[in-house]
């Protein structure tokens, strides 16, 4: 494996192995992603959980709470750096900062897909709204790329600020909506059962959005990690 | 020269904080930081290990500026802070196994039990470090600081947060890692005057924002310290 690479592996493994020590962010994100389930099954009036019309709001809805559970877990993937100083044991190394960079959001994205993989069957349930289809797989990997992506490089530059857990969403949500828009319409159609043709602008988009924001933060993450 | 600081300034918004800082190291140097709060040794030696940009002035590590190549000069340090910058679930021996990767260190396997034995935690290799006491931890962050076999060491108050006994023992480390082998430039920080005057061969008093003294270590007595670091600071503070 090339060096550039080991060391993305290395940052990620190392991620994951605390993680599973810990089981901080993970149990953080499951509870919250749950919660705002259970919240929106609950507190919504029963006339838009009829099986016909909750598929126009349900997908919706479930980026709702992939998103929810997602930006608190990348805000506590960096404060748990920053808290204990590792962030700049990181940064005194000699790896290229966009390997960490790659590091970091691979755990993030990794973290995220699992929490979505555990919510999206119980959403179905709560909703009575069948999410199996094999079409979602890609709607919801690309359209979590996107934001572990966007995610992993605002988190980097928030940890530094005082307000950090209020100014990443705000920082983050302006540039993540036209993916969480092309993802939940997507979820839709895919759900729905659409042609196909409607789903794939959608994953085109999303595509052409994932490949930018990996390339840029590559790029930019040592200024966003700069004091 | 291991390391030279050239007009150095670095200010944070209109507060100047080094103002035009000149600075050299030999190689084999242990030198000693001293300056009251607020002085600028943290920022001198966070700008030293790339963590910090200068507002100008230029810095040479080991005769490469640090504008350029920052990747490889990273290579070339290993700095030691009061915070570990471990990782408080892994053990010890998955925190070094970590850094090594990050610093591409060869055979690490080997090397991560030789560092383990010189710092004497071999035998709480497998450990979680949150387990570990302040003091061992500090060990640890020598082992992390030293595993790459860098020629400068950074040390920004090693000492701090640790009791007496802990902090000779660890001054006692640091200095005979220092000479290891090889002969390590090491430039520390540190609020305790005796210890620092111990364990360097030459004094430093940073002092409104410039080096307001020098004096080698031998031609200072412990009692004449603190006069002469008072008498320093306040004239350097002044100008």
């Known amino acids: 494996m090339p060096g550039y690479l080991r060391k993305v592996w290395a940052v990620y493994a190392k991620d994951v192995r605390a993680e599973l020590r810990t089981k901080d962010i993970f149990s953080a994100m499951f509870v919250f992603s749950l919660l705002t389930t259970l919240v929106f099954a609950f507190a919504l009036p029963a006339k838009l959980l009829d099986p016909k019309e909750v598929g126009g709001i349900a997908p919706g809805l479930l980026w709702v709470a992939y998103t929810f559970s997602g930006v608190l877990g990348l805000n506590r993937s960096f404060i748990v750096e920053k808290d204990k100083g590792s962030l700049e044991g990181l940064l005194l190394a000699p790896a290229d900062r966009g390997a960490i960079y790659l590091g970091k959001m691979l755990s993030n994205l990794t973290f995220m897909l699992l929490v979505e993989t555990l919510i999206t069957p119980i959403f179905g349930v709560l909703f009575n709204y069948s999410t199996f289809n094999v079409w979602l797989i890609p709607v919801v990997l690309l359209g979590t790329l996107g934001f572990a992506e966007i995610g992993t490089i605002f988190a980097a530059m928030a940890i530094n600020t005082r307000a950090r857990e209020v100014l990443l969403p705000v920082l983050f949500f302006p540039i993540m909506l036209p993916v969480i828009i092309a993802a939940a319409n997507a979820t839709t159609a895919v759900l729905a059962n659409r042609p196909f043709d409607e789903v794939l602008g959608q994953l085109e988009f999303m595509a052409v959005f994932d490949v930018i924001f990996l390339v840029l933060p590559i790029l930019l993450f040592e200024l966003a990690v700069e004091e | ?239």
Do not use: C, W
Not at chain 2, 17 to 43: H, I, S, W
Not at chain 2, 98 to 105: A, H, Q, W
Not at chain 2, 193 to 220: N, P, T, V, W
């Open chain 2, 1 to 239: 020269m291991m390391v030279r600081a050239h007009k150095l300034v670095k200010s944070f918004g209109n507060r100047p904080v080094l103002r035009g800082l000149d600075l050299e190291l030999r190689q084999g140097d242990f030198v000693t930081l001293l300056g009251p709060n607020g002085a600028g040794k943290t920022t001198l030696l966070r700008i030293l290990a790339t963590l910090a940009r200068p507002t100008s002035g230029t810095v040479e590590l080991a005769g490469i500026p640090l504008n350029e190549a920052k990747s490889s000069i990273r290579g070339l340090l290993g700095v030691i802070s009061h915070q570990t910058f471990l990782y408080e679930d892994l053990n010890a021996y998955e925190n070094l196994r970590f850094y090594g990767k990050l610093y591409e260190v060869p055979n690490l396997t080997a090397r991560v039990e030789e560092v383990l034995n010189k710092v004497g935690l071999e035998q709480r290799a497998i450990d979680r470090v949150r387990t570990y006491s302040r003091g061992m931890q500090q060990r640890l962050s020598i082992a992390r600081a030293i595993l790459h076999n860098p020629p400068i060491l950074l040390l920004d108050e090693p000492d701090t947060g640790l009791d007496r006994q802990a902090a000779d023992m660890l001054g006692g480390l640091i200095r005979e890692l220092a000479i290891d082998g090889q002969s390590r430039t090491v430039l520390m920080t540190t609020h305790n005057l005796e210890r620092g005057l111990a364990m360097s061969d030459r004094i430093l008093i940073l002092a409104g924002g410039r080096l307001a003294a020098e004096r080698s270590s031998k031609s200072l007595a412990p009692e004449q310290l603190q006069d002469f670091y008072y008498d320093t600071v306040s004239l350097g503070g002044a100008r």
